[in-house]
């Protein structure tokens, strides 16, 4: 029956109508003592594996005691050893003036990707909920070290988010100083306003789904002995 169809159909009709047909259900095989840390990092290790990235985006809610909500996709800079996922930030945004008053975030990571192992197309999301802290500056002087030569510059010469801007002197100032760091006449140093926090996770919220299936999600959160619990919810 399908060898007909596909004779008769072009392939991609053939592939698409294959698709509507089929479904399943995933699952999330984790051990009865499973640490949320490392099921995210096996995710994001594996997301950029099959994506062939370097960088690991995420979105970043967080609110005044008011209730007032932002959002905005950040760079995870790194794990700590304690499970902390590291950003960085501007001392005098948004986020860091509601961080200062309400040190609440909800996160979440998105990892779609096509795992050329298995050729499936896998969809995940990660949302976490916790608090941050404000890291030493000794922190920022490492993450800054580390960082591409354009992004240090940004560091440097965007002292404050979301105000307006002329973008022909910031040209000027940014090829300036590009000129001046080329020719050795200016080493950078990691400026005053380049702040770094790191989100303590309480809760975490697993999503997987294969191609054409659906989902699974598992739940974590700490158990009264401070050890995590986990338990697979609906999708
Ligand atoms: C791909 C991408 C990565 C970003 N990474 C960061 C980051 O690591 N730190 C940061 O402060 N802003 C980053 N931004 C900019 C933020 O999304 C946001 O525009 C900026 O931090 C101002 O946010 P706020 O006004 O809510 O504080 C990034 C934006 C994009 C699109």
Known sequence: MNITIKRILPITRYTKRF????????YIDVPENCQPSNLFKQWADDYKKYTHSGIVLFNLATSFKNGDVANRTLALQEISDDDG???HAKFNSLKVKQIEENPK?????????TNETSNKRIS???????FIEKLPPSYSDKIFEKQPLFAKLRSVLIEEQ???VCWEELKKKHDDLLDKVNKGEIKLKTPKQLVLYKIMPV?????HANENEI???????????DKWDHYHVTA
């Not at 975030?105 to 990707?113: E, I, Q, R």
């Not at 809760?203 to 999503?207: E, G, H, L, P, V």
């Open 105 to 113: 975030a909800s996160v979440s990571f998105l990892f779609t990707y």
């Open 85 to 87: 996922l590291i950003f």
């Open 19 to 26: 698709a509507r047909m089929s479904s399943g259900l995933s």
């Open 162 to 164: 979301g105000v307006p």
């Open 203 to 207: 809760k975490y919220d697993f999503y």
């Open 215 to 225: 989902g699974d999600r598992i739940l974590f959160s700490k158990s009264k002995d």
């Open 124 to 130: 995940q999301q990660v949302r976490m909920k916790g």
